[in-house]
């Protein structure tokens, strides 16, 4: 199957807030939906620090994937962060999230991206193997800290 990746557009908004709304409600995230709905629409506008891609079909995608980007001495340049992926559960298992992550990383690459980052739950075994399927790896001596302002 290929997936599709489309730039998400301000068009896009409501039919991405679907998509956003059954992730956050399936992984417990609790989130007010203007704040969602905030967070959302400077990526869809273009701002620079980020940007939403809609996997599959315009009309009815199949899922999401946010990156954010950052800059890392460490890494020698611009870095980005997979904020967020979400796949329809209907169409997991189906290889879609593996081609998402093999294929935009090396676009990411040939644009000027150093690194790609994520997080996962340490109880979510299915999503670990999904990285390590596709590259990524645990930093042994890093641990993600975060504090909320």
């Avoid at 409501?14 to 992730?23: E, G, I, K, P, Q």
């Avoid at 994937?65 to 890494?75: H, N, P, R, Y």
């Avoid at 298992?93 to 090396?106: F, M, N, Q, S, Y």
């Avoid at 109880?123 to 790896?137: C, P, V």
């Amino acid at each position: 199957m290929s997936a599709a990746l489309r730039l998400a557009r301000p068009e896009d908004l409501d039919r991405l807030m679907t998509l956003v709304t059954a992730f956050h409600t399936e992984a417990g995230l609790t989130q007010d939906a203007d704040k969602t709905r905030n967070a959302l629409a400077p990526m869809l506008d273009g701002i620079p620090h980020g940007c939403v891609y809609l996997i599959g079909p315009g009309r009815a995608p199949l899922g999401y994937i946010i990156l954010t980007f950052g800059w890392s001495v460490e890494f020698g340049g611009m870095d980005g962060f997979v904020d967020e992926i979400y796949i329809r559960p209907a169409v997991r298992g189906r290889g879609i999230a593996t081609e998402v992550l093999l294929d935009l990383p090396k676009a990411l690459a040939g644009a000027g991206l150093m690194a790609l980052h994520l997080e996962v739950d340490r109880n979510n075994e299915t999503a670990q193997k999904l990285y390590l399927r596709t590259g990524f790896r645990q930093r042994d001596s890093y641990m993600l800290m975060s504090k909320v302002l």
